[in-house]
């Protein structure tokens, strides 16, 4: 089923839109199944799950963090993953690139952009993110390397259009800044419910988990 469903999916998206399996709750040989089918990046919610499964699974594919990202996890965050796609705040951006730096390590994040201005959700105000930006690209081990944002994850896709519509002229209007230690170079945006929509709206990635391995028995 796996294989089957990520085969269409692949079918179906445009040349240049990267697909992300989202992993949370899955385990490492439903994600192993994933890898052999064709994907090339797992996104993973949480530190720990993210351990056990790359203890399973290997570092032939690669690792996003694609949840909320607390202080006491970034040194471990940093020391498995190639790209955290959550970072909203300066203070977790310079955690980050202090345990990217004694790591060795250049660490490449998406800024998540609360599109929505939802106060019961993560991300910074589109109003706000172009301070941020600004301020982590003055750090030396993390590059920014776009933004991602969330849909609402049920009811019509069409009510995500909005969200996506923004975050994407906020986007390209930082892309066009052209700012030092920025690279514009991904727009994550869209989920099962809302990915068609997101890519009409420009997103260059996509993170796809209910249509890929089913329905999760727990959240």
Same mark, same amino acid.
């Not at 994850?153 to 975050?167: A, C, I, K, Q």
């Not at 991904?186 to 089913?214: C, D, H, P």
């Given at each position: 089923? @796996?294989?089957?469903?990520?085969?269409?999916?692949?079918?179906?998206? *445009?040349? #240049?839109?990267?697909?992300?399996?989202?992993?949370? =709750?899955?385990?490492?040989?439903?994600?192993?199944?994933?890898?052999?089918?064709?994907?090339?990046?797992? #996104? !993973?919610?949480?530190?720990?799950?993210?351990?056990?499964? %790359?203890?399973?699974?290997?570092? /032939?594919? /690669?690792?996003?963090?694609?949840?909320?990202?607390?202080?006491?996890?970034? #040194?471990?965050?940093?020391?498995?993953?190639?790209? +955290?796609?959550?970072?909203?705040?300066?203070?977790?951006?310079?955690? @980050?690139?202090?345990?990217?730096? /004694?790591?060795?390590?250049?660490?490449? @994040?998406?800024?998540? +952009?609360?599109?929505?201005?939802?106060?019961?959700?993560?991300?910074?105000? *589109? !109003?706000?993110?172009?301070?941020?930006?600004?301020? %982590?690209?003055?750090?030396?081990? +993390?590059?920014? $390397?776009?933004? $991602?944002? $969330?849909?609402?994850?049920? #009811?019509? *896709?069409?009510?995500?259009?909005?969200?996506?519509?923004? =975050?994407?002229?906020?986007?390209?209007?930082?892309?066009?800044?052209?700012?030092?230690?920025?690279?514009?170079?991904?727009?994550?945006?869209? $989920?099962?419910?809302?990915?068609? +929509?997101?890519?009409? !709206?420009?997103?260059?990635?996509?993170?796809?988990?209910?249509? @890929?391995?089913?329905?999760?028995?727990?959240?």
């Amino acid at each position: 089923m @796996i294989k089957e469903n990520i085969q269409r999916i692949l079918n179906e998206l *445009p040349d #240049g839109v990267e697909l992300v399996a989202a992993a949370k =709750t899955r385990t490492p040989q439903e994600i192993g199944e994933a890898v052999e089918a064709g994907i090339n990046i797992i #996104g !993973e919610n949480y530190v720990q799950e993210a351990v056990r499964a %790359i203890e399973g699974v290997g570092r /032939s594919v /690669s690792w996003h963090f694609i949840g909320h990202l607390q202080k006491n996890k970034v #040194g471990k965050a940093v020391s498995i993953f190639d790209m +955290i796609q959550t970072v909203d705040s300066f203070e977790l951006a310079k955690e @980050i690139d202090k345990a990217s730096q /004694s790591m060795g390590k250049v660490m490449s @994040i998406l800024v998540e +952009i609360n599109s929505g201005r939802e106060p019961q959700k993560f991300g910074v105000i *589109p !109003e706000d993110a172009l301070e941020l930006i600004e301020h %982590i690209g003055s750090l030396q081990n +993390i590059k920014c $390397m776009g933004f $991602m944002t $969330m849909g609402p994850r049920f #009811g019509d *896709p069409e009510d995500s259009r909005p969200y996506f519509v923004e =975050t994407r002229r906020l986007y390209d209007k930082i892309k066009h800044l052209n700012l030092p230690g920025i690279e514009m170079k991904y727009l994550s945006m869209g $989920m099962t419910n809302s990915y068609l +929509i997101a890519i009409q !709206e420009g997103a260059n990635m996509v993170r796809i988990g209910t249509k @890929i391995f089913g329905e999760r028995e727990y959240a």
